[in-house]
């Protein structure tokens, strides 16, 4: 029997704690994530925090041993450092706010009751109908590893390692932190300043990000006028960082729910076609590092996504072990939610 060491173990006593918090939770979460609103909330209307972008989840493959030595690995390919994912909003009956995953998050066919919905509603000759069709259709979320707090003073969990989270941004703080990257901007000043990828644990740069004053004005972000490095060089308590960050993709996956349990969810009953099979898994981390499940109802039956090793994160840091498959190309590159201009 294999011995697990220390820091497998420490991040497979996180990840189950997370799953825990996940069943009893309402998101179904099975990764630490920083809240932007909610009860929550990183942060109070017209408050500000400063965040660190992180590398992309599987920068540990980055490099390889060699003779010693580490050197760049020929076979990794750089890819987004963040995670398209989809999510539904909508109010139940009683007010409370309702927030899930698309399935087409990963599959742009797979069958999602909530966008079938929206569909419909959006093609009815009534007006509230058409607006609730724009609520409840599904709305990009970009995913990015992140720690929060300025260089020197990042945050850190009660054990003393990095807190590295998920920190979903929407449109406004996505393209703004785009142009930081890129120059590319509407803003003649800003387009001067391309700062590259400001996730480099080496010579990055820190964001400041502003929560609006008011509900409905925009989120905004400011880039640091320097670099600066994720961490000291050589802190003992910065480690293992690789180690901690999220594989997005991966957990979208797990945090997907299935056809039937959505539409129980938004329908308050079974699908039709789905009532005389019950589903055996009604939450979503009862699906924990499942294949994402294919309704029950016909249709076109999406491919699974690759058997993915769940666990594959928790190994990351081991240079001894070939470097799995990258993510699906396709998965990773933004799209439109469906149905929406
Ligand atoms: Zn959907």
């Known amino acids: 029997m294999g011995t697990l060491s220390d820091k497998v173990r420490e991040r497979m006593r996180q990840q189950a704690a997370a799953v825990r918090e996940g069943l009893q939770g309402s998101g179904g979460r099975t990764a630490p994530m920083f809240d932007l609103t909610g009860k929550n ?12 972008l992180l590398p992309r989840w599987d920068i540990a493959q980055k490099f390889v041993l060699k003779d010693g030595k580490w050197e760049q690995n020929p076979q990794y390919e ?22 899930v995953w698309c399935p087409r998050s990963h599959d742009e066919a797979a069958p999602c009751p909530l966008c079938e919905a929206a ?42 390692h990095p807190d590295i989270r998920v920190l979903p941004v929407a449109n406004t703080l996505f393209a703004s932190i785009c142009s930081f990257m890129t120059g590319d901007s509407d803003d003649e000043d800003a387009a001067a300043f391309a700062r590259g990828d400001i996730s480099d ?19 905004k972000a400011d880039c640091a006028p320097q670099s ?20 997005l993709p991966e957990m979208v996956r797990r945090e997907t729910k299935t056809y039937e349990v ?12 789905a009532a005389e099979a019950p589903s055996a898994s009604p939450t979503p981390a009862a699906g924990w590092g499942e294949a994402q499940q294919q309704p029950p109802t016909g249709g076109p039956a999406p491919a699974p996504p690759s058997g993915s090793d ?23 590159r933004p799209r439109r939610p469906s149905g929406r201009p």
């Open 262 to 273: 959505l539409y129980q969810q938004y329908f308050g009953e079974a699908p039709p076609a």
């Open 228 to 247: 600066s490095p994720l961490c000291a060089p050589n802190d003992p308590a910065w480690g293992d960082w690789m180690t901690r960050l999220v594989d």
């Open 78 to 99: 750089d890819d987004f450092i963040f995670f398209v994912a989809l999510e539904h909003w909508w109010d139940d009956a009683s007010g409370k706010p309702n927030r």
């Open 310 to 332: 769940p666990w594959a994160s928790a190994f990351a840091g081991s240079p001894s072990v070939a470097p799995p498959a990258p993510a699906p190309g396709p998965a990773a």
């Open 41 to 52: 909330a990183l942060v109070q209307a017209g408050g500000s925090f400063f965040a660190r």
């Open 201 to 219: 644990p080496r010579d990055g740069y820190d964001l400041m990000i502003t929560r609006p004053a008011k509900q409905n004005d925009r989120w």
């Open 119 to 160: 569909e419909e509603l959006l093609g009815s000759a009534d007006q509230d109908d058409r607006q609730q069709g724009k609520r409840i259709g599904a709305r990009r979320s970009f995913l990015f590893n992140a720690v929060v707090g300025r260089t020197g003073k990042r945050q850190m969990t009660p054990e003393g």
